[in-house]
């Protein structure tokens, strides 16, 4: 149980364009997912929350314009990169957390396997 | 913010050989969450461990919440598990449902 997938696992794109790329809960719903974006070979760093049914919240430092959240159902949220540009090339991943209060793991999060995204 | 530190940094072993992997933080937790990353990116989950003790076949892990500190033994190590290991954090003074905060990993190579 627990299993989030992305699409697409990887995407190349032309500078200017924007790419849209999807995270699923596949077995639960999940209210709350998260967006995490990771440079080669550093750590994650959280890019923002996403809610279902209500705006998102973006970490400081992250454009909310740049990278518009929709979190349209209870096992579905979009990341979509606008105006993409080199400096948005990275490994972005999303996780969701199974969010029921009565299991003592509540906010124990599952990762989708991430999707790579180039822009040329 | 809450801070995450990992060591050691680097980790090269022999197959068969044990190790520890340490992660200290600066504030109390309601979630800790070890993972190991596969060369293809997939984070795997390891541990929910908040707190207490947990074992899991040649893995386990021990939170000492009072202390701020946990640790992820591997025993006899096999090369599949190379990879990057990754500690991550909610702290208490956040919501429950908020992002975690990683550690920058520590790199294990398991040689044969």
């Known amino acids: 149980g627990a299993v989030v997938s992305q699409h697409p696992s990887w995407v190349i794109c032309k500078s200017g364009t924007s790419v849209k790329i999807e995270c699923r809960s596949l077995?639960?719903?999940?209210?709350?997912m998260f967006w995490y974006r990771q440079f080669p070979k550093q750590s994650l760093m959280l890019m923002a929350t996403s809610n279902e049914g209500s705006k998102a919240t973006y970490e400081q430092g992250v454009e909310k314009d740049k990278f518009l959240i929709n979190h349209a159902s209870l096992t579905l949220s979009t990341l979509t990169v606008t105006s993409a540009h080199p400096e948005d090339s990275s490994f972005y991943i999303c996780?969701?957390?199974?969010?029921?209060?009565?299991?003592?793991?509540?906010?124990?999060?599952?990762f989708g396997p991430g999707t790579r995204l180039t822009v040329l | 913010g809450i801070q995450v530190e990992q060591s050691p940094p680097d980790l090269i072993l022999q197959e068969g050989a044990n190790s520890t992997l340490r992660c200290n933080f600066s504030d109390s937790v309601n979630n800790l969450q070890w993972f190991h990353q596969n060369p293809w990116g997939q984070l795997i989950n390891l541990f929910y461990?908040?707190?207490g003790t947990k074992q899991n076949g040649r893995l386990s892990a021990t939170t000492v919440a009072t202390e701020r500190y946990s640790l992820l033994y591997i025993s006899s190590s096999q090369t599949t598990d190379s990879g990057v290991y990754f500690c991550?954090?909610?702290?208490?003074?956040?919501?429950?449902?908020?992002?975690?905060?990683f550690g920058k990993g520590t790199h294990l190579i398991i040689q044969p």
């Open positions: 991550a954090v909610i702290p208490h003074s956040g919501g429950g449902a908020d992002g975690l905060t």
């Open positions: 461990i908040p707190s």
């Open positions: 996780s969701a957390i199974v969010g029921f209060l009565q299991l003592s793991s509540y906010n124990e999060q599952f």
């Open positions: 077995d639960f719903q999940a209210t709350t």
